[in-house]
């Protein structure tokens, strides 16, 4: 069972990545998947939350307008779009699987994850 985080890199500031997270050993479809980014001496912080539930997605203000979540479950794989970046973009960045299904209460973003992947690194620099 992993997630696996790819699609970083070294872009200029105003570039675009697109970053892929692709599950293996679990089905994704019934997980909200989260991307999260830390950057050296910061805490780690959400930037975009995709519910399992179609049309819910949540992107934290540094992001708005700029990056795009969004999941291809019969490629079991989230994406995040990346565009206008940043240098204060610059970070490694991790997604994250975690139920929305608490009981009978549904909670969006999840409270936790249960599965993390290891993290692709994006440099935004000229």
């Known amino acids: 069972v992993q997630l696996q985080a790819s699609g970083g890199g070294l872009v200029q500031p105003g570039g675009s990545l697109r970053l892929s997270c692709v599950a293996s050993g679990f089905t994704l479809d019934s997980y909200a998947v989260g991307w999260f980014r830390q950057a050296p001496g910061k805490e780690r912080e959400r930037v975009s939350c995709i519910s399992s539930v179609e049309g819910i997605s949540t992107d934290a203000d540094s992001v708005q307008g700029r990056f795009t979540i969004s999941r291809d479950n019969a490629k079991n794989t989230v994406f995040l779009e990346m565009n206008s970046l940043k240098p204060e973009d610059t970070a490694v960045y991790y997604c994250?699987?975690?139920?929305?299904?608490?009981?009978?209460?549904?909670?969006?973003?999840?409270?936790?994850?249960?599965?993390w992947g290891k993290g692709t690194q994006v440099t935004v620099s000229s």
């Open positions: 994250a699987a975690g139920r929305e299904y608490i009981g009978d209460d549904f909670i969006f973003p999840p409270p936790e994850y249960t599965y």
